[in-house]
T-cell receptor, first 116, second 112 residues
Framework: GAGVSQSPRYKVAKRGQDVALRCDPI?????LFWYQQALGQGPEFLTY????????KSGLPSDRFFAERPEGSVSTLKIQRTQQEDSAVYLC??????????????FGEGSWLTVV | AQSVTQLGSHVSVSEGALVLLRCNYS??????LFWYVQYPNQGLQLLLK??????LVKGINGFEAEFKKSETSFHLTKPSAHMSDAAEYFC??????????FGKGTTLSVSS
């Protein structure tokens, strides 16, 4: 696709419900990132994939958060037993084929999660 | 550990005035530095990035930023603000092998 695509754009979940957020990166992009952005805050790193390998998951806030990218393209961020503090925008980003820190990282429009 | 500090959570300017958004970084070695803009209900769009080439970096929409190692700063400027510049701006840094670390953001308001 032309850009990073995320779905659903908006999700309202009842406390305790499991949710799954999908990210379609730009075709051919090796690196994929997930960020969490709370209201009025900057994005905070959650996890990073290079192809199908999850190289860094140090930002995942608890074991209720799980991310996968089984075929090295589409990624899913799963949140189990959602809590109100999980309410945030979840941003997915990808970068160009030659994964390098200087490469431009392209962000999707985010999935807005509200836990009630 | 690296960190990014954006001074001023909210900046207001008049249309046509100079825009100055401040960013300071903290890391043991000079990082790669980025400015992103976020319009309401949209994702982050890259304005410009510093990757150890020229210290004065020009970006899209007339924005530029200057890397100053002695001040550990990477302030964003635009000579003349436009109404369409009103948005949230994020400074970010990265080291080799690490993900982007973002500041808390600065909301830019532009009045006519």
């Amino acid at each position: 696709g032309a850009g990073v695509s995320q779905s659903p754009r908006y999700k309202v979940a009842k406390r305790g419900q499991d949710v799954a957020l999908r990210c379609d990166p730009i075709s051919g992009h090796v690196s994929l990132f997930w960020y969490q952005q709370a209201l009025g805050q900057g994005p905070e790193f959650l996890t990073y994939f290079q192809n199908e390998a999850q190289l860094d998951k140090s930002g995942l806030p608890s074991d209720r958060f799980f991310a996968e990218r089984p075929e090295g393209s589409v990624s899913t961020l799963k949140i189990q037993r959602t809590q109100q503090e999980d309410s945030a925008v979840y941003l997915c980003a990808s970068s160009s084929p030659r994964a390098s820190v200087g490469n431009t990282i392209y962000f999707g429009e985010g999935s807005w999660l509200t836990v009630v | 550990a690296q960190s990014v500090t954006q001074l001023g959570s909210h900046v207001s300017v008049s249309e046509g005035a100079l825009v100055l958004l401040r960013c300071n970084y903290s890391s043991s070695v000079p990082p790669y530095l980025f400015w992103y803009v976020q319009y309401p209900n949209q994702g982050l769009q890259l304005l410009l990035k510093y990757t150890s080439a020229a210290t004065l970096v020009k970006g899209i929409n007339g924005f530029e930023a200057e890397f100053k190692k002695s001040e550990t700063s990477f302030h964003l400027t635009k000579p003349s603000a436009h109404m369409s510049d009103a948005a949230e701006y994020f400074c970010a840094s990265a080291q080799a092998g690490t993900a982007l670390i973002f500041g808390k953001g600065t909301t830019l308001s532009v009045s006519s």
